[in-house]
Nanobody, 115 residues
């Protein structure tokens, strides 16, 4: 069993930037891939970006060119750099293994983009 803890969210104006961080409760829990996901009000949780030591980094079309995922899979640590934020990026952001395991969801971190 492992839990993920996210941090770094906040309120930012359109065009602004944030850097989200995620760490797992255990570093000995071996993962092949980790991802960032988000859930906006009234919408389903969706994949934002995935980083793996086995396949190329993947991004949702809506964030390509604006968000960058990085981290160390071997240490179960992942980051998400959010640039040129838009109001539609407002959501709670979560990290998890990829594909996600429902038992591993953390509390998430709120990102609000508003002027």
């Amino acid at each position: 069993q492992v839990q993920f803890a996210e941090s770094g969210g906040g309120l930012v104006q359109p065009g602004g930037s944030l850097r989200l961080s995620c760490a797992a409760s255990r570093s000995d829990f071996k993962l092949d891939a980790m991802g960032w996901y988000r859930e906006a009000p009234g919408k389903q949780r969706e994949m934002v970006a995935v980083i793996s030591n086995k396949w190329p980094t993947t991004y949702a079309d809506s964030v390509k060119g604006r968000f960058t995922i990085s981290g160390d899979i071997t240490k179960n640590t992942v980051y998400l750099q959010l640039n040129n934020l838009k109001p539609e990026d407002t959501a709670v952001y979560y990290c998890n293994r990829h594909p996600p395991n429902s038992r591993f969801w953390g509390q998430g971190t709120q990102v609000t983009v508003s002027s």
